[in-house]
Nanobody, 118 residues
Framework: QVQLVESGGGLVQAGGSLRLSCAASGRSLSMYAMAWFRQAPGKQRKLVADISVGGITNYAESVKGRFTISRDDAKNTVWLQMNSLQPEDTAVYSC????????????WGQGTQVTVSA
């Protein structure tokens, strides 16, 4: 029902920064919790960060203090600011949305590649 398109991925050196954007269309995000996931080759997709309708954030321990998730419902956009990037952060990053009453994410973007060189 809601379409999500990520952008902002690329190649950076260790210690560098990237800002990923997730643009939504088809629905307003005002009643959706939003999240960023990542998947490295041969590994399971894992939650990186999420943000509730009320703006409460949650982070994987591995990125806490380095990544920041934010949202602007007026712009129908979610961001992931990534600082102090490490090679272990290399993955395809995907944006996801769920209606606030649901217990799982059922709307997904196509993903954007993030590669961090040593």
């Amino acid at each position: 029902q809601v379409q999500l398109v990520e952008s902002g991925g690329g190649l950076v050196q260790a210690g560098g920064s990237l800002r990923l954007s997730c643009a939504a269309s088809g629905r307003s995000l005002s009643m959706y919790a939003m999240a960023w996931f990542r998947q490295a080759p041969g590994k399971q997709r894992k939650l990186v960060a999420d943000i509730s309708v009320g703006g409460i954030t949650n982070y994987a321990e591995s990125v806490k203090g380095r990544f920041t998730i934010s949202r602007d419902d007026a712009k129908n956009t979610v961001w992931l600011q990534m600082n102090s990037l490490q090679p272990e952060d290399t993955a395809v990053y995907s944006c996801a949305a769920k209606y606030y009453t649901l217990g799982f994410y059922n709307n997904w973007g196509q993903g954007t590649q993030v590669t961090v060189s040593a």
